[in-house]
């Protein structure tokens, strides 16, 4: 009779008591992840107390009815089993794969049914395991079925996984391999050594790894506080959407927020917010969440009193708070103000709600937000999103396209260069102006792919269809400011055109003086010294719109002046303005630049242009964008 050890099943146990202990001495964010975490623990736990009894009843099966022999080995062979059911289920919340959720489930259910079937049957079948005559335990012909059963949610765990490993850090990809590693090793070395019983203590220790990779709960906690944080106050709004439920939503703001910053700087208005969410998280618990800096929340039941929390938060800040200022310890008082959202379980998402309470909060202390105002309020949020949307869905699919607008030279009375101009247009969505698509772009940190996307094109339609021969000298493509800040740009121009064959003179870019350039105007000044070197040329666009325009057109080396048509426009409805657009017009002549003027719609606007000077016209009197292939069209009809 073969005798099993279990000191490793004691060994397993205390391990596994010891991680409950330390699980729930943190606060632990309220999260499926999170209570599927909870579920592996407290199944190893029940594992290893069983294998501790059903070693008695193996190990000596003649002091106990057949019946428990029979149904302790059961209990524990399912047990054990639905780990891996559970390690499934652990890692599809962690990946979020939304479009398999509904098969993950079914093929974990199906394995969990499977099991039971086989195994809580065997007292009668013999196909797992069995008690001879002589009440020897043995192994049925379907042993082999649940080392299967468990090994195929393991297996796909691993494969979708790997599929988004991406969004983990080495230690989370470590964690997880280790944890299928050892369960391998466990099986490996449990048929080796039947008696030493080493399966559920690996399984202690590979949880052990999970629980400090990824159930690291300060993730959602702000700062050294137990105040939630920004990533927990929009999971528990998209929890409050997805069950429907109407909550209410206070949003507290500082006073004076901008003369604090002045005082403190910025480590210690940093220190300023961990004191108050110390303070709101000891009055509110739970209901406490720190969404920014300036920007804390407490949600409540939709039937909360408003009055009673305002006093509440109101007595919150009472108290001054102590802060070291330059080795001093100064006291800082905090006037809140306080807005109000009270929502009717509407699909308002926690991002959203995070924009939302940011504009809330902006209009005017103790201002309530009904469910309808929230809904208006929401609308440029969920429009700038779905922009974004379809700005990505472009930038996958190749779904932008480049426009040209002609561009008439006064001297030769031919369109000898044009403007290139990048357009969206979505087959469900419609079109999208460039004036909605480039602010989100920039915002959201996707104008580099769609400059690249723009620069590469304009080079590749310069190449392929010869515009040299067809009288057009020169294209002008727009740089973003932000494209601007980067320092690769030049070189990175610079390898696209020769990728083309493009000759650097066939490309002028433009660069908007409205722009606030964070790289400053040395680091432009060395990007167009860098190009010009080429033979690139460039345009200050838009002059005369914003603020900057003597200083860019003095300190930068451009070589054309673009005057925005709202300085046009407003000429041809009054005399002092039709002043300023002459002596612009003269003082960018007298500084040696040529001149380009955007928004010609009428033949009155041509002639008092060319009456004055100006070297290029451009607008829908000669056309307007056009398509790749309408502008070859235009250009043929002109030779």
């Known amino acids: 009779m073969l005798l099993y050890r279990p000191e490793y099943c004691y060994c397993s146990t205390a391990a596994t008591i010891l991680l409950l202990v330390m699980f729930f001495m943190k606060r632990n964010y309220n999260m499926r992840s999170n209570i599927i975490f909870f579920l592996m623990l407290l199944n190893n736990l029940l594992t290893s107390i069983l294998d501790v009894f059903t070693f008695y009843t193996i190990s000596f099966p003649e002091r106990y009815p057949l019946w428990l022999c029979y149904f302790s080995n059961e209990i524990y062979m399912f047990v054990f089993n639905a780990m891996a059911v559970l390690f499934l289920l652990y890692i599809d919340s962690k990946t979020k794969i939304g479009s398999i959720r509904k098969l993950i489930a079914a093929i974990s259910a199906l394995i969990l049914l499977y099991d039971a079937a086989v195994i809580f049957t065997t007292h009668l079948t013999h196909q797992i395991i069995f008690f001879d005559e002589a009440k020897q335990y043995t192994h049925g012909p379907l042993m082999i079925s649940l080392y299967v059963t468990a090994f195929i949610p393991v297996a796909i765990a691993n494969a979708i996984f790997v599929m988004k490993r991406k969004m983990f850090n080495v230690y989370q990809v470590l964690s997880v391999n280790i944890f299928t590693l050892g369960v391998l090793v466990a099986v490996i070395f449990q048929v080796a050594h039947p008696s030493l019983v080493i399966s559920d203590f690996v399984c202690a220790m590979v949880l052990f790894f999970v629980y400090t990779a990824f159930e690291n709960q300060a993730y959602y906690l702000h700062g050294d506080t137990l105040c939630y944080n920004r990533r927990a106050f929009i999971k528990t709004i998209d929890t409050f959407r997805y069950k429907k439920e109407k909550y209410l939503l206070a949003i507290i703001k500082l006073g004076e927020f901008e003369n604090i910053k002045q005082s403190l700087g910025r480590l210690g208005i940093d220190d300023l917010a961990e ?365």
Not at 357 to 385: C, F, G, T, V, Y
Not at 428 to 441: L, T
Not at 496 to 504: H, L, S, T
Request: glycine share 6%.
């Open 275 to 639: 004191k108050i969410a110390e303070r709101i998280c000891r009055e509110f618990g739970k209901s406490a969440y720190c969404v920014d800096i300036n920007c804390f929340a407490i949600l409540k039941p939709v039937s909360t009193n408003i009055n009673t929390l305002r006093n509440e938060i109101r007595k919150c800040f009472e108290a001054v708070f102590m802060m070291e200022v330059d080795d001093d310890e100064i006291a800082v008082s905090v006037e809140p103000i306080i807005s109000f959202v009270r929502t009717n379980g509407a699909n308002i998402e926690g991002f959203e709600m995070t924009e939302l309470a940011s504009l809330a909060a902006d209009r005017a202390s103790d201002h309530l937000l009904n469910a309808q105002d929230a809904d208006e309020m929401i609308k440029p949020i969920r429009r700038e999103k779905e922009v974004l949307r379809l700005i990505d869905n472009a930038i996958k699919n190749n779904g932008f396209k480049v426009y040209y607008q002609p561009i008439l030279d006064i001297r030769t009375g031919s369109f000898t260069c044009s403007e290139a101009l990048i357009r969206l247009v979505d087959e469900h969505a419609g079109f999208v102006g460039p004036e909605e698509f480039i602010p989100v772009a920039e915002k959201h940190g996707r104008i580099h792919e769609i400059g690249d996307y723009v620069f590469r094109d304009v080079c590749r339609f310069i190449k392929e269809h010869d515009i040299l021969s067809r009288g057009v000298h020169y294209v002008e493509i727009n740089l973003s400011p932000k494209q601007c800040n980067r320092l690769e740009l030049a070189n990175q121009l610079i390898s696209v055109a020769m990728e083309y064959g493009v000759d650097f003179r066939q490309i002028n870019l433009e660069i908007t003086e409205t722009a606030e350039l964070e790289s400053g105007l040395d680091n432009m000044n060395s990007l167009i010294t860098n190009l010009h070197s080429k033979g690139m040329t460039f345009s200050l666009d838009d002059f005369g719109s914003g603020f900057a325009a003597i200083d860019y057109l003095i300190k930068l080396p451009v070589d054309i002046v673009k005057i925005d048509k709202g300085i046009l426009w407003q000429a041809m409805d009054d005399e002092p303005s039709m002043t300023v657009l002459k002596n612009t017009i003269r003082m960018i002549k007298e500084v040696g630049k040529k001149i380009v003027v955007e928004g010609i719609e009428t033949a009155e606007m041509a002639d008092l242009l060319i009456e004055n000077g100006c070297d290029y016209l451009q607008g829908y009197l000669y056309s307007k964008p056009l398509p790749e292939a309408d502008y070859l069209r235009f250009l043929a009809k002109e030779l």
